[in-house]
């Protein structure tokens, strides 16, 4: 099965602005890009990057250097579809900023998927962060609450949706609040590594949980 | 098995002030109480409420009336942790507040109970939103990051603790970012009825979810 990871190179999670710098979350970014590579490598598969550009070398030094990546320019939604209309059989499609995510997650997304079907993962919010589309003429929309056009769409054209229940899929790390779900729950991580060499730790107020940062 | 749903009877979703008037927010959270009680009974358990007064009786006239509840006054620690100290064999204890709970989630939840251990399941921002403890020692402490708090107290007592990665079971409802899920996820739900009969609809902003209120 084809397994794609998007990843915008230029400019990612931009809603960390005021907490990363811009060189900061390109850093970032690719840590979690690590994560989830990581992930599907030990699951048992071979994802290939699905980038908005091309990466510098040294920016991908400690990404595995045998994962394809393909540039397609355009915005997430045609770069998505342009892959699912040329495959030839299930392509699923993995977000890059799901740091949380482990083997098993992704094995129980994988083992759902039927022929015909489509597999979808929701994450906070709305948003969809994973998928496994079985079927040919299955298309994404990821702007808005893409969870229910993703339903309404496999509907549409006969493909029965499912969703897998995951705490870790859902989890994807857009703003500052999500920060603390990658110290809580995956300390070893990638993710996790880089913000405590950032001096991010958690911080417990008033019995509720964020994230500080040490001055340098 | 035991399975134990604490409620706050008074002033009870206090960060949802602002959103909902105080009255409101009792009946909204009424209404959660009651989908986790509809989860646990579909999946074959007798709930108890473990509350902190007594219920008026028309305040209850839309929960089943067969379901016992115990008034403890305490905080939400001591009234669990005397069930705990209590209990001749295992004990769950779910929130109330989790109205995207379905019997898939909680069956897998139980299911993952095994003799001397403890299963956890972590909320957003390191809360334990559900567990089953299986092994008499085990207390809770539910300020702060208590996932955290439970791990170590788990481990401590040589009950391996075990977690349940479930994005139902991990969404508690809180503060009004968080009402989007209801409506995105449990539509049929008491919580979502509750939410629309109320004027709240989702709305999409910036392809972003978040929720709006009609006027009456």
Redesign the interface.
Do not use: K
């Given at each position: 099965m084809r397994v794609v990871v998007p990843f915008a190179v230029d400019r990612p999670k931009t809603r960390l602005a005021g907490f990363l710098d811009p060189e900061e979350r390109l850093d970032f970014a690719r840590a979690m890009l690590g994560d989830v590579l990581d992930g599907l490598e030990e699951a048992g598969y071979d994802p290939e990057v699905l980038a908005t550009a091309s990466f510098d070398t040294d920016r991908r030094s400690d990404l595995d250097p045998s994962v394809p990546v393909r540039v397609d320019e355009r915005a997430l939604t045609p770069a998505v579809n342009a892959v699912l209309e040329r495959a030839s059989g299930p392509v699923a499609v993995v977000m890059a900023d799901l740091p949380l995510v482990?083997p098993?997650?992704l094995s129980?997304l994988f083992a759902a998927r039927s022929a015909g079907a489509v597999v979808l993962a929701?994450g906070?919010?709305?948003g969809t962060n994973a998928l496994v589309s079985s079927h040919p003429d299955f298309r994404v929309d990821y702007?808005?609450?893409s969870?229910?056009d993703h339903e309404r769409g496999a509907n549409a054209i006969g493909a029965r949706p499912r969703t897998i229940?995951?705490?870790?899929?859902?989890?994807d790390i857009d703003e500052p609040a999500d920060l603390?779900?990658i110290l809580?729950?995956a300390g070893e991580s990638r993710a996790a590594r880089w913000l405590r060499r950032a001096g991010v730790s958690?911080s417990?107020t008033d019995?509720?949980?964020g994230v500080a940062r040490s001055p340098e």
């Open positions: 482990t098993a997650a129980r929701p906070r919010g709305g702007h808005g609450a969870m229910l229940d995951s705490f870790r899929l859902a989890a603390p779900e809580l729950h958690l417990i019995g509720r949980v």
